[in-house]
Structure formats: C-alpha cells, structure tokens
C-alpha cells in the first residue's frame, strides 16, 4: 500500500516534469545577444547601439571567395567569373537570403527603379554638366563607348541618359577595392569574390547555420577546382564560436560525466542511484528554465548556461542524503529512508535558505541579464531540495558503500589539521595578503569579451580586410548626428559631409556610408531642381555641343524629357519610397524615438587614433554629432554589469552573515561558517591572478556556486559535531564526495581551450577545493580531536 | 502450347522494337554530333590557311551605322596582327588614334590625350571580340563553335562567308548584344567583317589592300 502511494507520487512527480518539458518546448524564447549586459534602463544612444547591433546589415554579410587565396595561384578568371554568376543565380533563388552581389550589373532593375527616374535629383553636380563645354566632352565619351555596338537596354540607358550620370552616382554608392573581370568582383588574389546579405541577422545561428549549409552545397554542385573556397563574415565568427564551444563541452562534459560515473559507481556500486543523483539537478534546470520563461518570455543563453553552472550545488543534496543511508538500508522499509531525511533535512534546508539569501540579492538588480540569473538560481535550488526531501526517499536503494571502509583507513591523514590555531592563524595572514595582493593587482578586472572568444585573429583579420575591400561599414566605428525632425538630421549629414570627405583623405577612414548619399534632404533637391536647365535651354546647349558631332540630337530626345521631368517633381522623401531594398536601407539609418531623430553614418576602413583625433577638433562642442566607439560602449556596458554584479554579490554576503548570525545566535560559531566560503572565494580569486587571468564577469558568477558549495560544507561539517562518531565520519566522508564530484566536472572543464570554459572550470575547481579546506580547518576543534583520538 | 509460343513471339517483337528505337535514338544523336564534328571539321580546314600566317597588315575600312547617328560613320586607317597576342590599330581618317593590344593590355594613343592604358579585362565586350578575330587568325575552331551557332554560305563572287550567331550561354552576355556576325573569307584572306546588332546597329569593316603578310 506504502510502496503504491509511493509510485502514485512519483509519477505525479514525472508527469509534472513532462508538463514543464512540453511548456518550454512550445514557449521557450532564447535570446543570445548583448542585453544580457544592459541594464533595464537604457539611455538613447545606448538603445540605438543595441538596436544597430542586432538588426544593422552589418551583421547579416557573408563573403564568399572562389579559388584559391595565394598570390601566385592559377586562378582561371574566365571559369571563376562563370561559376561566381551560377551561384549568385542559385543562392538568390533563396528566400532566406536579401542580396547577392558579385559585381555584375542588372541593367533592368535600375531602368524600372523610381530611383532612376528621380536621378537627376539624387545625383549630385548634375547642372555643372549640362553646359555646352561639359556636353561636348561628355558626347565625345559616348562617341567612344558606341565604337562598339551596343545592346537594346544600353542603348535605352545612353539615349535617356548619355552622360553616365546616374552609373557614375551608383558606382560612387558601392565604391569598392575589387577591380570588375568578366564582369564580376576579383581581389588581388584573383579570387572572385561575393557579398551575400542574409534575412536573419548574424545572432540568430539556427538560421545562419541553415544559410551556411545551403551556400556549402551550392558551391559543392560547382566544378570548383579542389572546391578552394572561403566563407567569412560575422555569422561565420558567431558560427566558428558556438561550435567550438559546443564540440568542447560535448567533449568534456561526456569525459566527464563518465569519469564521475565511473567514480560515484565505485564508491555507492548502483547503476540506479547515479539516475537518482540526476534527477533533483534536471528538476532544478526544468523549474528555473520555465519560471524564467514565464516571467519575462524570454530567457537570455547566458542566463541559462550561468543558472546551470551555479546551481550545480544541486547534486550535493542526493549525494548527502545516499551517503546518509549507508547504516539504515539493509531492509527495504521506507521509514528508514525517512528517517535519514529528516536527519540530514535541518542542515540541507539551513544550507538551502542561506544560499537562496546570498542569490535574492542579485534579483533587486537593475540588469534583466542578473535579476534572471537569481530567479533561475533560486527557483531551482529550491525545486533541487524539495525533489531531494519528498521524492528521492520514495526510491529503494540499498546502500553498498564500500568505500566508506577504505575513507577509515585514511582519516588518518586528518591529523594534520590537529592543531587548528596555528593553521587558522596561517590561513588567516594568507587571507589578508591575498586581499592586499587582490586590490594592489594591475589588471584586476576584464571588460574585454573579445579577447574571450574562441575564434582565431585570422578569421577576425579576414573578415575585417573583406569589409575593407567592398567598404563595408565595421562594426566598431559610427558617427551618429542628431535633429528634431527627419529633414533636420538629413540637412545636418550634408552639412558634414564636407568634413568627412576630408577624413577620406587624411587616411582617418576609407569610406563613408552616409542616408544622404542615397537620399538628399528635400532642401538639396529642390536646389538641384531650380539648377536644372528647362528643356528649351538645354536643347540649345545640346545644339551646340553637337554641332561638329556625327549624333543626331532627337536620338537623345528621352533624355531632355527626362531632365524635364526632374525639373517639376515633387521631392522625394523616405516615406515616399516604394517598397525594396534601399527603402529598407534608408529606413535603418534613421531612427526616431521619443520626437528626437537620429541618423547613423557608417565607416569603413578606420584609422581609430586619426579619427579620433581629428573629430574631436572638428567637433568636440557639438551637440548634434557623437563618434561611437561599440567596442568601448560594450566595455562600459560590461564593467558597469561587473560593477552591480560585484555590489549584489557583496550585499549578498552581508545578508548570508546577518542570517546566520540570527540563526545561529554565537557570534563565535561564525567563523565556522564564514571563513569557508569567504576565504575560498578570496583564494580563488587570488590564484587566478596569480596565473595571469584577470577576471571577468564569468569568474564571478561562478564564485556564486563557490559560495553556495561553501556554505554547504561547513553547515555539514560544523553542525556534525554532536554526533556519534559514525555519523561524522559519515559526515565528512559526504562532504568530500560533494567536492569530489565538483571538481571532477569542473576541473575537465578547466581543461578547455575556450577561455570561458576554462574561466568557470578554474574558479569552480578551486572555489570547492579551498571551500573544503576551509570548513575542515575552521569547524569545531572538538570533533576532529575526538576522531583523531579514536584513529 | 500454342499461346506459350504467342507470348515468346510478343516478347521477341517488343525487344526487336526497342533495339530499333536505340538506334534509331543514337543514329540521330552520332547524326548530331557527326553534325557538329562536320561543322568543326569545316571551320577548321577553313581556317587551316590563316594559321600558316604569322604576321599580316592591312588597310581597312569601317563603317560604323546606329540610330544614334545623323549618318554613317566612315573612318579608315591600318591594322597590324602579329601572333599571337598583338594588335596595332592605327585610325587615320577622320581623328588619328592608335589603338595597341597586347595580351590583356590595351594603350590608347590620342593627339588629346596621350596614352591611355587599360586592362583589357575591364572591357569584356572588347575582349570577346578581339579573341574572335584571334581565334580565326590562329585557326581556333573550337572557341569559335563554343560560343558561335556556325553556318558557311557563299557570296555572289563565290567567296565564303562564315555566318557566327551568339550560343544563349549562361556567361555569353554577346547574346544581348549582337545578332549576327559574317566573314567574307578568300582562302586565306578575310575581306570583310560585318556586325549586325539590334535597333539598326550596324559595323562593317571592309579590308582594301594586304601591305604585308608574314608566313
């Protein structure tokens, strides 16, 4: 009857987690990119970056190369041209993918465009070639041009517009370093080259990695000589990150989840318990995924993989309790199992209310990225100690724990902490010197995440040489200018504009992409109208420039129409733009929020020092203009990130000392339970130092779990005190289980070449050896002179 | 027993028929092809003689029709071939210019401008056109049939004409802009290259006399 209540709950138990694993499978929103580090309140400037990052163009390009990249290749130029064509038809076909250039021109698209028909509006320095002088020049290259016979769409093209205005403007719209062969893109190196803008944006790797594949087997149709190819651009780097950071910790994880298998099965010999250790931590990640999910909608990846790091201390509770079981299970009668929870509760719930304590502090955040990581944190610890103490009992187990036999023989080893004054002493001066040495340190913090990236610097260098190439905008550099009204920030970019020009050549940058290349304000417009010759004045000067010319004028009859036109349309501004891609493109480099406008101006090709320098002469009081760094913002936006988390982190040490001193009642029992933890997180910190790291935000929040672990030992091992010797070995022989298995997992992740990976495995390895150390060192004197006495 | 030797008889006849529709299949296709090998075989003993040249100079004669024009263009001046890579275009009449192209460099020399130097590779109408005129000249037919439809008729003086259609090929871009081109040939002299494009456009370059011929 007992046993069939039993199954009944522990089914309820399974349903319910199939309920929570059915939620998140059709809710769950996994958000992977900056806001994580952006408080929830952002100012403009700060909004309008992130914004930028997310959905700019800049992270949606992909660039391919065809052949092969040494400079003394064999490139066959004429076979590359052709199979850069084949693929620029075969990709476009893709809905997934915007944009695919190589550099050949669609002559229909910009014949039907409105643009060509506002082209003598859009085009600057139009009127200054229409006087006899310049027509005459103009005519004689087109002399020269119809040497060869032309096809209907170029003859079309020359008859509206024989003064290569409007090809001349949008060569100038995509100047690049490419030189045109076989009327594609080739680099230096001979390699044909194509940009390739996708519809998703370069943070979205499910997509990117289905784009990425279909662009592999496109080229895999082609006969690509030994199919040298190479695909680059910011998806790439995202891509290159996650699946090296993916194929490491499968590796590791695998290694190490059989290494402390292989090590739990020695010691408990049950193939079932190592399922029944798991189950409280994949309740905990069920529970703390789906809170989240259902508070904001959403939950960040880095919340994720930081919650699931730090409530790891989640497979200590069934670890305490099997250890427990070991003088009680030698029938198959629930009660004793109940009973061995309630032993081992008090001390499991004090260790549980302490750390969710030390965790709430970092939920009055004003971060989403940490008020998420608390509320992971605590809902799933909690959820870990309830599966522990309800669930778990309501399993038989029979307890073979051999080698609890052999941890007898060895605690003979802890004589060496017999006299604890003289060590406490000596880990205390070891405290205050690393404290000294943690403040006095020069680099203490790293704000800096590239330099966490997995990623090579030649993958990074290549992308940044490309975007040079096609001046491309960087993802580092822009100029943001600012109006209350839309034709107020236009006017303001053009004013500028002379300045950037001069910024091109003192080398500060190569280029600048800038809305009023594309689309001048109405003000400009309307001035290039009234320049404008009417069509009796410029059919006089056409006369005359073509009077000892073999053209006849009324071939060109389209064109005089065309400036006719010009002269008395209405001005073109963004709303009026019909639906495509440069409306798209000119909608993102305007921004209006909160009845302020604010227009992004792109750079490629950025000298930082010149630029700098040079701006802030240029325009160091003005109001209207800022130079953004991104780099710098996300360093601000880090340390400032850093810096609350550091200030929770402290609040949250202050509440644990204040609980437990309430708790507890003996101001001489704190150390007992503070030193451990405190000192392991100082030690720890110490020693990363010391080997050169600096820390980063991915060290302190895994010095929560060292907390956590900390505070779990030295509740068991100070409040074992009072109890019959088996029971403190018993004690001390789960503890060290618990940090066992800790720095079994951690330590192989340590083993990474991924600095994030390594930054966690480090501090989490160290931060549970020194938590252990410590609550040996500075529990009770009594109980280990009592058990050194008796061994 | 009777009907067993029915059933082998319609078996015998369906496998008769379809041995005769494989042939018939590839007679037609070994016809196509036999076609298509006729035609190289043709091209390439018609060009068989300018291989034999090595260096030829010429005056010429070019008329150059469009709609853009009030009338047509006459102008006139010498070409210089020297295999296998050379071309020297001197325009005497109506403006001198000299046109030089060497492998992919082409220099243009004005009384305005001086030199000019470009990549030939930038101009890739130019460039197919020149590799035309160099693939005759080196008796390259299987360039000439990789982009051409070919067809040889004869003129009213019994001269050759060699009839070129742009192929529709994927990076063919001739396609939009010529219709078709016609070389008169004489054994081992081209006496005319007429090209026909589309909306009246029109080049004809007529060869007057030979003022040198290198074997």
């Not at chain 1, 987690?17 to 580090?37: E, K, P, Q, T, V």
């Not at chain 1, 082609?222 to 780097?237: D, K, R, V």
């Not at chain 1, 009072?722 to 992740?749: K, N, P, W």
């Not at chain 2, 004489?186 to 005319?192: E, G």
């Amino acid at each position: 009857m007992f046993r069939k209540k039993n199954n009944i709950i522990i089914t309820a138990y399974f349903i319910v987690a199939g309920l929570l694993l059915i939620y998140l499978i059709n809710s769950l929103h996994l958000r992977s990119d900056m806001s994580f580090f952006s408080p929830n309140t952002l100012s403009e400037t700060d909004t309008l970056i992130q914004e930028y990052l997310l959905e700019s163009d800049a992270n949606r390009l992909l660039f391919l190369q065809l052949g092969e990249s040494h400079p003394n290749n064999k490139n066959d130029i004429k076979k590359l041209a052709e199979l850069s064509i084949q693929l620029r038809k075969n990709i476009q076909m893709n809905p997934h993918f915007n944009l695919v250039e190589n550099g050949q021109k669609s002559v229909n698209t910009t014949l039907n465009s409105q643009l060509y028909r506002y082209r003598y509006l859009l085009s600057p320095n139009v009127s200054e070639q229409l006087t006899v002088s310049s027509l005459k020049k103009q005519f004689h290259y087109l002399l020269e041009r119809l040497q060869l016979i032309a096809s209907p769409d170029a003859q079309k093209i020359m008859a509206e517009s024989p003064l290569n205005i409007w090809f001349s403007h949008l060569k100038s719209l995509h100047n690049t370093q490419l030189s045109l062969k076989e009327d594609v893109w080739f680099n230096q190196n001979n390699q044909a080259v194509l940009l390739i803008k996708t519809k998703a944006t370069g943070f979205s790797i499910d997509q990117q990695k289905k784009n990425v594949h279909f662009i592999e087997a496109q080229i895999k149709q082609l006969p690509l000589t030994n199919n040298h190819y190479t695909l680059s651009g910011a998806a790439m780097i995202t891509l290159a990150n996650s699946k090296q950071i993916a194929f490491q910790i499968q590796v590791i994880s695998t290694v190490a989840s059989v290494i402390l298998a292989l090590f739990l099965w020695t010691l408990f010999r049950s193939i079932k318990l190592l399922f029944l250790l798991a189950l409280p931590l994949i309740f905990a990640i069920l529970v703390g995924m789906s809170v989240v999910n259902f508070f904001y909608g959403y939950i960040h990846g880095i919340s994720l993989a930081f919650g699931i790091t730090i409530i790891g201390i989640a497979v200590d509770y069934p670890i305490h309790y099997f250890s427990h079981l070991i003088n009680t299970n030698k029938t198959e009668d629930f009660s004793d199992h109940k009973n061995v929870m309630l032993t081992i509760w008090p001390k499991l719930r004090l260790g549980l209310v302490t750390t969710l304590i030390g965790f709430s502090a970092i939920t009055f955040s004003s971060f989403s990225g940490l008020n998420q990581l608390g509320i992971f944190a605590m809902s799933g610890l909690i959820s870990a100690a309830l599966i522990t103490r309800y669930l778990l009992p309501m399993f038989i187990y029979k307890n073979h724990l051999i080698a609890l036999l052999w941890f007898k023989k060895f605690i003979a080893y802890f004589i060496l902490f017999k006299n604890y004054f003289i060590y406490r002493v000596l880990i205390f001066i070891l405290i205050l010197i690393a404290i000294v040495y943690i403040s006095t340190h020069e680099k203490l913090w790293e704000n800096d995440l590239a330099s966490l990236s997995p990623v090579s610097n030649e993958l990074k260098q290549q992308d940044f040489k490309l975007r040079k190439s096609l001046n491309l905008p960087e993802l580092r550099y822009l100029l943001l200018v600012s109006a209350e009204t839309e034709q107020g920030v236009l006017q303001q970019t053009e004013a500028i504009t002379p300045f950037l020009e001069q910024f091109i050549h003192s080398g500060a940058i190569s280029f600048y992409d800038a809305v009023t290349r594309y689309l001048p304000s109405i003000n400009t417009q309307m001035e290039r109208q009234k320049q404008l010759l009417d069509s009796d004045q410029l059919y006089h000067n056409m006369r005359l420039a073509l009077l000892e010319s073999p053209f006849d004028i009324e071939a060109f009859r389209p064109f005089i129409d065309a400036v006719a036109d010009n002269k008395q349309l209405k001005p073109l501004r963004p709303d009026d733009l019909e639906a495509s891609l440069f409306r798209t493109k000119i909608k993102s480099m305007l921004n209006q929020k909160k009845g302020q406008w604010t227009g992004l101006i792109f750079l490629s090709g950025v000298e930082a020092s010149t630029l700098t320098a040079e701006f802030y002469h240029l325009f160091n009081n003005s109001q209207t203009i800022q130079l953004i760094d991104i780099k710098q913002q996300t360093h601000h936006l880090v340390a400032n990130y850093r810096s609350e988390s550091v200030r929770w982190f402290l609040w949250g040490s202050v509440f644990i000392v204040l609980f437990l001193f309430f708790y507890i009642k003996k101001i001489t029992a704190l150390p007992a339970l503070i030193f451990p933890f405190s000192g392991a997180i100082i030690f720890t910190l110490s020693l990363l130092l010391l080997f050169g790291y600096s820390i980063s935000i991915f060290h302190l929040v895994t010095l929560l779990l060292v907390v956590g672990l900390g505070i779990d030992y030295s509740i068991f091992i100070y409040k074992s005190d009072h109890l019959i010797e088996d029971a403190q070995i018993m004690t001390l022989f789960s503890v060290l289980v618990c940090m066992l298995s800790s720095f079994i997992m951690f330590f192989s992740l340590s083993l990474s070449s991924i600095p994030v990976l390594k930054a966690i495995g480090l501090t989490a390895s160290m931060g549970a050896s020194f938590a252990f150390i410590l609550s040996l060192i500075f529990s009770r004197p009594s109980y280990s002179v009592h058990l050194l006495c008796k061994h | 027993m009777i009907f067993g030797m029915m059933k082998n008889k319609l078996r015998t006849t369906v496998i008769m028929i379809m041995l005769m529709m494989i042939t018939l299949l590839s007679l037609t296709v070994y016809a196509d092809n036999l076609d298509e090998m006729r035609t190289n075989k043709t091209l390439e003993s018609l060009l068989l003689p300018f291989t034999q040249i090595s260096s030829i100079h010429f005056n010429y004669t070019e008329i150059r029709s469009s709609f853009f024009f009030k009338k047509k263009q006459i102008s006139q001046g010498n070409i210089q071939y020297i295999k296998p890579d050379t071309i020297i275009k001197r325009i005497v009449k109506p403006h001198y210019k000299k046109i030089e192209i060497h492998k992919n460099k082409l220099v243009i020399h004005s009384m305005e401008k001086g030199a000019l130097k470009v990549d030939i590779n930038d101009y890739p109408q130019l460039k197919h056109f020149i590799h035309l005129i160099k693939s005759i000249l080196n008796g390259n037919a299987h360039y000439i049939s990789k982009y051409y439809e070919v067809s040889l008729d004869l003129n009213s003086k019994s001269f050759l004409i060699l009839n070129l259609i742009p192929k529709k090929l994927p990076n063919n871009n001739e396609v939009k802009r010529i219709k078709s081109i016609h070389i008169t040939i004489n054994y081992d002299q081209i006496n005319s290259i007429k090209i026909l494009g589309f909306g009246g456009e029109t080049s004809t370059l007529m060869i007057n006399d030979i003022l040198e011929k290198t074997l």
